[in-house]
């Protein structure tokens, strides 16, 4: 089956403990990324990647790192986390390519809770 | 990209019709529109998307104004499956990939 995993789904954590949130996917995708889920918020952006090797940044990066060493892999790494970070991440992956049906598909969700 | 603006929340009957617009009067000639829905808090699911002309699919039919600056996605006869929010989201299928999802209109389906 065609899909994104992410892992862990639920995690809690203290502050300043490095955390990563795995994300991969099984389509042989390029694009692939990171956002984060608050209420009244929306969905934001943190960070993508075009292909392997190549990561830029969304709309809010701060206090997150990433790295894309395989095509189907993108961990999400919180170096110290801190409670501001608590929230809901989704990992999602999609062709690159010009074709209007190349849509993203997103995992299940992370939940992180730090305290 | 352009920006959506949606409805924040709307109710709809069960078996009728649900209507949700979005206006994207900034939209420009090579962008798409997309649709999306996210069901509690699961990772959201692409409905449907359209350049110039209506679309349906098996879940939904996309509506998109003669002059592009404003579309609607019907479900053309909810259930109460179909209670969750909807993201309208405009982009070209090159260049940037940044999504801009916002915050989308709630739909509730009442029994």
């Known amino acids: 089956e065609a899909q994104v995993t992410q892992n862990p789904r639920y995690l809690i954590t203290v502050t300043g403990k490095k955390l990563t949130v795995t994300c991969s996917q099984n389509m042989n995708h390029e694009y692939m990324s990171w956002y984060r889920q608050d209420p009244g918020l929306g969905l934001r952006q943190i960070y993508y990647s075009m292909n392997v090797e190549v990561t830029d940044k969304g709309d809010v990066p701060e206090g997150y790192k990433v790295s894309r060493k395989e095509k189907r892999n993108f961990p999400l790494i919180l170096e110290s986390p801190s409670p501001n970070q608590t929230s809901l991440y989704f990992c999602a992956s999609r062709p690159t390519g010009s074709s209007g049906a190349n849509v993203l598909t997103f995992g299940a969700g992370s939940r992180l809770t730090v305290l | 990209d352009a920006k959506t603006t949606q409805p924040p929340s709307m109710d709809c009957a069960e078996g009728r019709a649900a209507n949700l617009p979005c206006n994207h009067s900034?939209?420009?000639?090579?962008?798409?529109v997309y649709w999306y829905r996210q069901i509690h808090s699961q990772g959201p699911q692409y409905i449907i998307h359209?350049?110039?002309n209506n679309e349906t699919n098996e879940m939904a039919s996309l509506i998109i104004t003669e002059d592009r600056k404003s579309s609607t996605l019907i479900l053309p006869h909810a259930t109460l499956r179909d209670t969750a929010v909807y993201y309208c989201?405009?982009?070209?299928?090159?260049?940037?990939?940044?999504?801009?999802f916002g915050t989308g209109t709630r739909l509730k389906v009442l029994a």
């Open positions: 989201i405009v982009r070209k299928n090159s260049g940037t990939y940044k999504y801009i």
């Open positions: 900034t939209i420009s000639g090579n962008e798409y």
């Open positions: 359209g350049l110039k």
